[in-house]
């Protein structure tokens, strides 16, 4: 493994030396696993040590999923070590992994919605009185678990009334409760709000003081400067180097994609033409009102507001996905019916859905079948489909976004997040919309595949296609975007140009409450009038 210097590579517990370092729980040396086809490690090193914060940092598909199942007890490695304080282990199954302290937190969390909070805190082994479950001790030792991650909810809470974040805690607090001393964190702020993850990433340092040794795995690359002690960074299924706290981001990505990036968000906009798509008036009782925006050839207009703000919910309803009440909804001057995908399609407008995996692929499909799926119905003539054709345009396609793959014929689910997010964008691209509706299109994504997206947005201009995109990543929606409409409380609280544009420019709207909205709609007016 390439690494830095050693002065460069000191972290809580010492130096990163060879053997047993202080305070080390667990190592692994020389991880090597092999999939059918494809190497998925070659010959990984890393190490936790009690009480630091570890990042594994990486491209989609560099090896961190199978790295994190190795240590879970998922795969069996086909070579290599595992050290469990110091003695060498081999992790049979995800049961064997808990009882020696190793517990994995995934991003599809394993709760039971229907279950109370402290059902499942104790599922399986629930403490038990005369041979009956000990109900007040379950809500006693509920509520001490509970104060540990700082989750203040009912114990008799249902887990499906909580939000995603609290679910997380609830994940945690039993991993705790199971003696984890290593807890791996994957993706877990992928979908959390700012707030949430500004709670997460606190009880993770307050986890790091109790000495817990902690694997965090995150796209974000501004929350690794602020929690990390160390950083591995895996490429290509290598660990290709170790670096210290407060290393800078340009240092991360160069390591994480073997190249510097210049430009993170290389937006190149043009002079804009026609107007392509327009949303006027759209309105759903309850839920978002008198939502009016345009969308022009050979621009990206960015949908920027809170979670909650109507935004992803605008974008559905546009699209046919969901109803609205009232509105109308234009695609190059062909108005649409409302609740009609097929005609949204018909009329050239395309979405990549806020969820990937459950809206957005067929996960059981091949990668060829899913980069079919939008112009299959155009490639049928007569009952036959073109699978010729189809099978020639897949290819390219998958070359030209770069997706890593053993071929068109490997299953969607042993793809990376971010090659799943370029087949969704892909098959869109074949059917070649006029507008294309990005939600959350790099959420999960590393920084490599999200300037690959952001390339593909900029052809898609440079060719006269418009682009609407919807982003909770504030720098992602200014630096990609050539207007931004922000959104509080499903209404629009106002347009900006990007020119100049900062984060709290656009914070300012997105806090707006609805009677600000409304005063400040009403002040041209009354101008106009004494005008």
């Known amino acids: 493994m390439t690494e830095l210097p050693a002065e460069q590579r000191r972290g809580p517990g010492g130096d990163a030396g060879a053997g047993q370092a202080a305070g080390e729980l667990l190592r692994v040396e020389g991880i090597t696993k092999r999939f059918t086809g494809a190497l998925a490690l070659d010959g990984v090193d890393f190490q936790v040590r009690a009480g630091e914060v570890h990042v594994l940092l990486g491209e989609n598909g560099a ?18 070590t595992v050290h469990v304080d110091g003695k060498p282990v081999r992790i049979t199954s995800p049961q064997h992994a808990r009882a020696l302290g190793i517990a994995v937190i995934y991003q599809e969390l394993t709760l039971v919605p229907e279950l109370t909070v402290a059902e499942n805190l104790f599922l399986g082994r629930q403490p038990r009185r005369f041979g009956l479950v000990d109900k007040a001790r379950v809500r006693r030792d509920s509520v001490a678990l509970l104060e540990r991650v700082g989750l203040r909810v009912d114990p008799a809470t249902p887990v499906k009334q909580l939000g995603i974040a609290q679910q997380q805690m609830v994940e945690i607090a039993r991993a705790l409760d199971l003696n984890a001393r290593v807890l791996v964190l994957d993706e877990p702020t992928a979908v959390l709000t700012d707030t949430e993850t500004e709670r997460l990433l606190t009880i993770m340092g307050e986890l790091r003081d ?4 902690l694997v965090f795995i995150t796209h974000h690359l501004e929350e690794i400067r602020r929690i990390a002690d160390r950083i591995t960074v895996l490429r290509d299924g290598r660990s290709v180097g170790v670096l210290p706290a407060g290393s800078s981001v340009e240092a991360m990505i160069e390591l994480m994609v073997g190249r510097a990036i210049e430009d993170q968000y290389p937006r190149r906009a043009g002079e804009p033409g026609e107007v392509l798509l327009s949303i006027d008036g759209l309105t759903r009782k309850g839920v978002f009102s008198d939502v009016s925006l345009r969308v022009r050839a050979g621009e990206v207009v960015g949908i920027a507001g809170l979670v909650g703000a109507g935004r992803t919910e605008v974008v559905r309803a546009a699209f046919g996905v969901d109803h609205y009440d009232s509105g109308t909804v ?10 009609d995908v097929r005609a949204a399609m018909r009329a050239g407008l395309g979405l990549v859905p806020e969820d990937r995996k459950g809206q957005g692929l067929v996960l059981s499909s091949s990668v060829g079948e899913n980069l079919g799926l939008v112009t299959m119905r155009a490639a049928t003539r007569a009952g036959f489909v073109d699978r010729a054709g189809q099978r020639r345009r897949a290819e390219e396609m998958a070359a030209a976004l770069r997706v890593k793959t053993s071929g068109l014929n490997q299953t969607v689910r042993e793809l990376s997040g971010g090659n799943q997010q370029k087949l969704v964008i892909g098959k869109w691209l074949l059917a070649d919309p006029k507008v294309l ?95």
């Open 63 to 80: 090896g961190k999923s199978t790295l994190v199942k190795v240590l879970a007890g998922v795969h069996n490695p086909d070579r290599g």
């Open 210 to 213: 109790q000495g817990v040794g």
């Open 330 to 339: 234009t695609v190059a001057g062909e108005r649409l019916p409302g609740g």
């Open 437 to 531: 509706v990005l939600d959350e299109p790099t959420r999960g994504v590393d920084v490599g595949a999200k300037v690959e997206i952001y390339e593909l947005v900029n052809r898609m201009t440079a060719s006269g296609r418009g682009v609407l995109l919807v982003s909770s990543d504030l720098p992602e929606v200014i630096g990609m975007s050539d207007r931004v409409v922000v959104m509080a409380h499903g209404r629009v609280a106002g347009e900006l140009s990007t020119e100049g544009l900062t984060q709290d420019q656009v914070m300012a709207l997105a806090v707006q409450e609805p009677q600000q909205q409304a005063a400040e709609r009403e002040q041209p007016q009354q101008q106009a009038a004494g005008d």
